[in-house]
T-cell receptor, first 113, second 111 residues
Framework: NAGVMQNPRHLVRRRGQEARLRCSPM?????VYWYRQLPEEGLKFMVY????????ESGMPKERFSAEFPKEGPSILRIQQVVRGDSAAYFC???????????FGDGTRLSIL | EDKVVQSPLSLVVHEGDTVTLNCSYE??????LLWYKQEKKAPTFLFML????IEKKSGRLSSILDKKELFSILNITATQTGDSAIYLC???????????FGAGTQVVVTP
């Protein structure tokens, strides 16, 4: 009974490159959430998706960041032209419904050189 | 603006002690409050509380919600070194489940 799977676990990019973070929700979960944890800060909501739909992206920067959850395959968080300030842990969570507990993946630690 | 505030930010206890963690919230359309334990990896779900005054218990951990005073507490009895972690409190701020997290309480249990 696999949990939320994220990959890669660690990702190193140089400034200006693109970062792609992947998340496969738990089986039976159709709600996917992305959160960012900056050093010394708490978890901050970025975006909420269901299959093929972005429901709420109010926490995601308007530029350089995008997310998708296609009909087939994992959810992707994409960061274009990365900058040092994007260095953080990015966590994905999933739930079967909005009023059910979210279960988290192990996160992707993104480091920008 | 919705907010969740945890206290203390950190504490150090000896094995066998009891710890009490606090979480206060201001959420416009309150639905529930959740507790998570975060060690080095994923936050692990502990409890979801929706009703006031009903204690939820799992082993040495328990939690209760007070919807009148807008807070929750998480108790850990007979602490062990494996309880060392950051404990996170969160509340959904809309019907889709978008979570507002507190800053967390770092608990260190020394042998």
């Amino acid at each position: 009974n696999a949990g939320v799977m994220q990959n890669p676990r660690h990702l190193v990019r140089r400034r200006g490159q693109e970062a792609r973070l992947r998340c496969s929700p738990m089986k039976g979960h159709s709600h996917v959430y992305w959160y960012r944890q900056l050093p010394e800060e708490g978890l901050k909501f970025m975006v909420y998706l269901q299959k093929e739909n972005i429901i709420d992206e109010s926490g995601m920067p308007k530029e350089r960041f995008s997310a998708e959850f296609p009909k087939e395959g994992p959810s992707i968080l994409r960061i274009q032209q990365v900058v040092r300030g994007d260095s953080a842990a990015y966590f994905c969570a999933s739930s079967p419904a909005g009023d059910q507990p979210q279960h988290f993946g192990d996160g992707t630690r993104l480091s920008i050189l | 603006e919705d907010k969740v505030v945890q206290s203390p930010l950190s504490l150090v206890v000896h094995e066998g002690d009891t710890v009490t963690l606090n979480c206060s919230y201001e959420v416009t359309n309150f639905r529930s409050l959740l507790w998570y334990k975060q060690e080095k990896k994923a936050p692990t779900f502990l409890f979801m509380l929706t009703s006031s005054g009903i204690e939820k218990k799992s082993g040495r951990l328990s939690s209760i919600l007070d919807k009148k005073e807008l807070f929750s507490i998480l108790n850990i009895t007979a602490t062990q070194t494996g309880d060392s972690a950051i404990y996170l409190c969160a509340a959904p701020t809309d019907s889709w489940g978008k979570l507002q997290f507190g800053a967390g309480t770092q608990v260190v249990v020394t042998p």
